[in-house]
């Protein structure tokens, strides 16, 4: 057999694919040679836009049956908690492209990378849809060059928006190709976000800017995450942090703080239930010392800190640790001094002294699910009598549990779901574990 002379494309070569562009089209391949059969299941309120595709009935998207299935089978009751359907959305990360040359801004349709423009999406904060038709008239204005994946040119990227609730003001976040390099003082990116600012200035109530960012992407091709560790971040105007703050009974008030850089839950409110729940589990199966994995910024873990003697957050993003602080620098409870934060990922965190130590342990992973290597030192960690899973990938989690009772090492006592993004098919689950005896 001759092996083929032909060299596979290297980074920053025209037909160089990422291992998810490759993933992708393989995907759209095989999704064309499939019948497709429509679900009588399926809900269409919006037939262009993809994420509220079961709005008119946010329980019967498949992830959501398949949640309820999954825990009967296991003997427990999973309730379903289902917030506002509209208007929830107060953080966005939308795409920008070019569509028969013309600059537009949205969400890539279903199976493609073609953008979907959504001018008055119903999930978004209403303050999301009016910066985003500013930012669009103005960029079209300036004749900015949206990214084209497949040549790696192109300045403008994606657009970032988040909500400060309680002003209605907008962190905005403009992603720029770093690969395109302009004279700073006459760059089209300098005259853009002059224009966004003097627009804010204007009295426009459609745009009233809490802060406007440049985040400098090196990637040069598609990947699925919009910000890149190694890309320069550069505030333009306004304040470092965007602060919000979740209405807990019982609890001490606490100032979330989130520059664009960490992860933010997008549907706060929604979010908020779920501490809640939390919190009251821990009230009622007191612990001395916890641990939190996959932290953050602290969003779960600082709603519970007071409950213990000690709580240690972590988290691999080195940004969250500063708004961690910022925060419990401005709690003036005793409760928080014994409240540390680590800069470390879960498997290291799995190693420390804090995690022997401790009691408890409240879990937060990404939808990939647990690292392998976290699994295995919950079950081996004998001392931990608690745990707390919340999961915002379904599959992922499935998977977990089978590895953390398959021994009986753990037990499952409650779960429930919530469903934070009415019209998606996710439903974010709480589960809440006991050591075996």
Known sequence: MVKSSRKRPAPGDPDYKTPTQLRNARKRKKAKKEKRIPSSETQHPDPGDPSLRYLSNPTAAPTVQRAISFFKKHKKTFDVTVGPLTGWRTVSKLAVRSLSGVLHIGLFAPGSHDVLEIPECQAHHPRINSAIQVIRKECRKASIKPFDEKTGKGSLKHIAINIERSTGTQQVTLVWNDAIKEDKKSSNLQKLCETIIRTSRSGDKRLKLHSLWVHFSKSNKHSNSIFDRGGKWEKVYGEAMVV????????????????????????????????????????????????????????????????????????????????????????????????IYESKNAIDMTRSLAFRQAEAVVVDPPRKGLDSEVVEALCAQEKLQTLVYVSCGFDAFTRDFECLTHEGSWRLEHAEGHVLFPGSDAIETIAFFSRQS
């Not at 703080?257 to 960490?262: G, L, M, N, R, T």
């Open 244 to 339: 919000e703050y979740l209405p807990i009974d019982g609890c001490p008030t606490v100032p979330l703080h989130f520059p664009p850089q960490v992860f933010r839950q997008a549907n706060l409110d929604a979010f908020a239930n779920i501490v809640v729940k939390i919190r009251h589990w821990l009230q009622s199966h007191r612990t001395s010392h916890c641990v939190e994995l996959y932290g953050g910024v602290g969003t779960i873990g600082l709603h519970l800190a007071d409950l213990c003697d000690s709580f240690v957050s972590s988290d691999e993003n080195p940004f969250n640790k500063n708004c961690f602080e910022k925060t419990v620098s401005l709690l003036a409870t005793t409760k928080y001094r014994s409240v």
